[in-house]
C-alpha cells in the first residue's frame, strides 16, 4: 500500500481531518493525498505559501521569526503547522518549508535542508532532514517524510 494511502485510511479510521501548509513542496503534499480515492472525506485544505509574506498573511507566521530565522527554520516549521491548525480547524496539519535547490541559500543553508512540522493533539513535531539530488528529488523526498511523520504521529 503507498504509504498516502495508508495515511488517509488511518485517518478514516480515527475519523479525523487533515490539512497542509506547504513552501518548497508547492502543492505535492496536498495532491498526494487527494490522489487518494476516499480523501474527501479526511482532506480538508491546503495551503501554498511560498512566500514569507504569505507565510505571514495566511498562517500567522511572525514577521521578526522570518527575519531572524528565515522561512527555512524549526521555528517557521512549527509556526506554519499551528497556523494551518488555527485556520483549518482541522485536526492534524503538516507543514513543509525548505531548500529544494539547485545550489545553497543566500544565507550559504545547503540545498536539501528541509523543515517539517507536524501538528497534532496541541502538540509540535519539528523534524529537520538533509536531502540528496535534484531539486525534484528533494520535494518527492519531503513529501514522503512529511506523510511519514504523520503517520508517526497517529500510532
Given at each position: 500500500?503507498?504509504i498516502?494511502e495508508?495515511?488517509?485510511?488511518?485517518?478514516?479510521?480515527?475519523?479525523l481531518?487533515?490539512?497542509?501548509?506547504e513552501?518548497?513542496?508547492?502543492?505535492?503534499?496536498?495532491?498526494?493525498?487527494?490522489?487518494?480515492?476516499?480523501?474527501?472525506?479526511?482532506?480538508?485544505?491546503?495551503?501554498?505559501?511560498?512566500s514569507?509574506?504569505?507565510?505571514?498573511?495566511?498562517?500567522g507566521?511572525?514577521?521578526?521569526?522570518?527575519?531572524e530565522?528565515?522561512?527555512?527554520?524549526?521555528?517557521?516549521?512549527?509556526?506554519?503547522?499551528?497556523?494551518?491548525?488555527?485556520?483549518s480547524?482541522?485536526?492534524?496539519?503538516?507543514?513543509?518549508?525548505?531548500?529544494?535547490?539547485?545550489?545553497?541559500?543566500?544565507?550559504?543553508?545547503p540545498?536539501?535542508?528541509?523543515?517539517?512540522?507536524?501538528?497534532?493533539?496541541?502538540?509540535?513535531?519539528?523534524?529537520?532532514f538533509?536531502?540528496?539530488?535534484?531539486?525534484?528529488?528533494v520535494?518527492?523526498?519531503?513529501?514522503?517524510?512529511a506523510?511519514?511523520?504523520?503517520?508517526?504521529?497517529?500510532?
Amino acid at each position: 500500500m503507498e504509504i498516502a494511502e495508508e495515511l488517509v485510511k488511518l485517518l478514516k479510521k480515527q475519523k479525523l481531518h487533515i490539512s497542509t501548509a506547504e513552501s518548497l513542496t508547492g502543492g505535492m503534499l496536498a495532491s498526494s493525498l487527494v490522489d487518494v480515492a476516499g480523501a474527501s472525506d479526511v482532506f480538508e485544505e491546503g495551503y501554498i505559501t511560498y512566500s514569507d509574506a504569505v507565510k505571514h498573511k495566511v498562517l500567522g507566521a511572525s514577521e521578526e521569526d522570518l527575519k531572524e530565522y528565515t522561512a527555512v527554520s524549526s521555528v517557521i516549521a512549527g509556526q506554519m503547522a499551528e497556523g494551518a491548525a488555527k485556520v483549518s480547524g482541522s485536526d492534524i496539519t503538516i507543514a513543509t518549508t525548505g531548500y529544494a535547490g539547485p545550489g545553497a541559500a543566500e544565507d550559504g543553508t545547503p540545498a536539501g535542508t528541509v523543515y517539517i512540522g507536524v501538528f497534532y493533539n496541541g502538540e509540535t513535531d519539528i523534524r529537520k532532514f538533509c536531502f540528496d539530488g535534484s531539486r525534484n528529488d528533494v520535494r518527492k523526498q519531503t513529501v514522503d517524510e512529511a506523510i511519514k511523520l504523520a503517520l508517526q504521529k497517529l500510532t
